[in-house]
């Protein structure tokens, strides 16, 4: 009998070399590409091993099933899901989204070693294309199957190379036309349990090693463009440009100023500039903005004022998603700080799946083991081992519980 | 017999599909890709159907020869040349480049078509990686020639997905060991007459067709880096971030503010974020500056004055290309603007070949084609026909004049 240590450690071997960038230690995991095939094959041949049931919903998403959901639907005692997704933003690091999926699994080779039977369907979900990093929209597996992105919008989301998403779906094998809301998924899941790395110092000031999510904030993203007139950098006057890297500039400045007098989190992290050449005044640029905080009227004061500096370089904004606030099941996180040692009760700025289901009025909590580095999508990002181990017995502990409701 | 416009037409119609961006009409010619094979194969065709003798020097440039250029070599009148470069900067003009190796053509057949015997060798040349889009150093063909960029050197330089330029003359069929000064090319040039489109609005105001050009200015570039810490958007304080987009900000408001302090041109047409992501903080940002002007003790302090600041935001700044002030040759250029009804003599900002091999001790000129929108590297570059072809009848002006010297 393996031990769940040696189980982690097997599990997280597996997969460590997938997608990872030798230059800097990061993760390149982008949805639908040769990498992604490899970690859907990975959470594919778990699911196999421990004779779990496979299957795939109308956004690829994927559901390894120990019992029948179906019978669990017609019991009305739906199945209790753990998971989280398997990819990456560019040079992410290796616990975003994995920690959740392999916590899961060993959770429950945990149960069945001592030879827990359960008494409702239990299931490990792999989302797919939580980060948005290839299309631009967060949490795209689960914004389509509950309808909260239509299938025809996500279809026509271009990525860098102007490939769509549709495209992207039928090179890796897949069938577009299969996208939509997904009402048979859905009603099979009771309960959802996300357990994820800690994006942030709460665990480190709070010393303790798992939390409770108690909330998400609102978040959501805008593209900006700045225009400009191409012209040669050696041979026009300075007076006779239209530069839009100078508009940039103060887009991003202002990005930080605003966002200090909003009391919101600003960020512009992703910029494009055309044609990008040394000795050429670009075209136009390109940038994205990411803006979240506790209240979203802050937030959405914050990108109007934003708007207003973008409209004063001749340009425009628009917002390419927005979620709202998400509450998570107070009286399920309550229950489960109760059984976890009184862990705390944390909200995150990060988006997370989770968020997505709840919006969707599915039952939803989540677990987060401490970082210690509290740095995220970098390779910095990281959690102790036992306190990995511990995040795997929380969930043990939670689905448990919920099994016998 | 084929008029000099029929002619003009049809080298123009030929070339005018290869690496043409069909989204904004631009051109994407880099150094060593499929496109600057096709350029390269035209330009072979274009000799042989005139009987010239095709030579291809040790970095690449092709020669085209009326006569025998080492016979010239051994009268000692060695031969006059003609050209330019057909490679473009990124969503570059029509014009810049292939209207000099065009209107050497076009003004060859023109001389032939009068019964013109010439008295010593007349070549035309394309040049190879004149604007250095790909590995970042202009002129590349022309510094290998003259020893200005020594072999090694430049086989190092990488690309943006890190492929060097030696594996990238290897693909192409070449042979990168063959690089170096070639002393045997470079005394076959008697005097180098490059023709080009006008890169500002030097004609416009003077409302004149065709210059002589008298200096190039003293320019450079550089490359600055800029460390932040990669973390998540959503997650960190912005008290807590090391933003590097912050200092690419202030680095870009700077280079305009201190050069209009210096009076130089100072350009920042070129960004790398990583990883570039909408939801993380770059982990790091690079950035190139373009900097010219007419007195090159300006331009160093303005760069210096800009090292400071990238210094002061942790970063780091190093040259990768400096030209010194090219004096075209005084006497050559009186003598041309005397034959071409006392053209204009103007400097430019741009670089180009004909500043390489006159820095080499070549005796060098310029005649520049004015250009109605004053723009140049991007799709908005121009130059009506008729000024071409008053271009062209310029060229062979100036070779029938030279070659009975």
Chains 1, 2 share one sequence.
């Not at 392999?102 to 409702?120: E, H, M, N, T």
């Not at 349990?193 to 939390?211: F, K, M």
């Not at 500096?309 to 489960?336: F, K, N, P, Y």
Request: net charge negative.
């Amino acid at each position: 009998m393996t031990t769940a240590q040696e189980s982690f450690d097997r599990l997280w071997a597996e997969l460590e070399p997938i997608g990872r960038n030798p230059a800097n230690g990061g993760y390149r995991r982008f949805a639908w590409t040769p990498e992604d095939a490899a970690l859907r094959e990975w959470f594919a041949g778990e699911a196999t091993a421990r004779g779990l049931d496979l299957t795939t919903d109308r956004a690829g998403n994927q559901w390894a099933w120990w019992g029948d959901p179906d019978e669990g639907v017609a019991q009305e005692r739906p199945g209790v899901v753990l998971g989280s997704h398997l990819d990456s933003v560019p040079d992410g690091g290796a616990f975003d989204g994995p920690l959740g999926i392999i916590s899961a699994f060993v959770a429950l080779d945990a149960l069945r070693d001592k030879g827990y039977q359960p008494s409702r369907p239990i299931g490990v979900v792999n989302f797919g294309d939580e980060e948005g990093a290839r299309f631009g929209i967060a949490c795209a597996g689960s914004r389509i199957i509950t309808g909260a992105l239509p299938a025809d919008q996500a279809l026509a989301l271009t990525d860098s190379d102007a490939v769509s998403m549709s495209a992207a779906i039928r090179r890796a094998g897949g069938d577009p036309s299969e996208l939509g809301r997904d009402e048979e998924t859905l009603r099979r899941v009771g309960v959802f349990i996300e357990l994820h790395v800690e994006q942030g110092r709460g665990l480190i000031d709070l010393d303790r090693p798992v939390a409770v999510g108690s909330a998400i904030w609102p978040h959501g993203r805008w593209r900006f463009d700045l225009p400009g007139k191409a012209n040669h950098a050696g041979t026009t006057r300075l007076a006779d440009r239209h530069d839009p890297m100078l508009a940039l500039a103060d887009v991003i400045q202002q990005t930080r100023g605003l966002a200090e007098r909003f009391g919101v989190l600003g960020t512009c992290g992703k910029v494009q500039v055309e044609p990008n050449a040394v000795n050429a005044i670009p075209s136009r640029v390109t940038g994205w903005l990411d803006a979240r905080g506790a209240d979203p009227g802050y937030v959405q004061a914050f990108v109007e004022a934003l708007d207003d500096v973008v409209g004063g370089h001749g340009g425009s904004m628009r917002q390419e998603s927005w979620t709202h606030e998400t509450l998570l099941d107070l009286a399920l996180a309550e229950r489960l700080a109760g059984l976890l040692s009184d862990a705390p009760v944390l909200p995150t700025g990060a988006g997370h799946d989770a968020g997505i289901l709840a919006n969707a009025g599915i039952r939803t909590a989540m677990l987060f083991v401490r970082n210690p580095t509290g740095v995220s999508h970098s390779p910095a990002e990281h959690a102790d081992r036992d306190d990995c181990l511990l995040g795997v017995a929380a969930l043990a502990t939670v689905v448990e519980d919920l099994a016998v409701e």
